[in-house]
């Protein structure tokens, strides 16, 4: 009977200590990917206002080309009407 229970005593805590190793193992995945998640995130800040920077100033040129355009055409049509 003793010599059974220190068996599975010794079993025990050898699956206790795998256990344990394992958990060590997942908090340290979960840190690395913790950080690299934030690092991600930060990037992606960054990346997005940059794009938005960009949109915007496509947003101008379009918007200054198309005025380009309507002052090129009032000033075709006024010297149209002069010649």
């Known amino acids: 009977g003793l ?3 220190l068996a ?5 805590s050898g699956r206790i200590r795998a256990e344990e190793a394992e958990r060590d193992r997942l908090q340290s995945r979960i840190a690395a990917l913790s950080r690299r998640l ?3 995130s930060e990037s992606l ?3 997005r206002a940059t794009r ?3 949109d915007r100033t496509i947003a101008e ?3 200054a080309s198309g005025q380009i355009l309507a002052n090129s055409q009032t000033l075709l049509d006024v010297l149209k009407e002069e010649m």
């Open 61 to 63: 040129m379009d918007a």
């Open 38 to 40: 934030f690092d991600t």
């Open 3 to 5: 010599a059974e229970l």
């Open 8 to 12: 599975r005593r010794e079993e025990l």
């Open 52 to 54: 938005a920077h960009i």
């Open 45 to 47: 800040v960054g990346l």
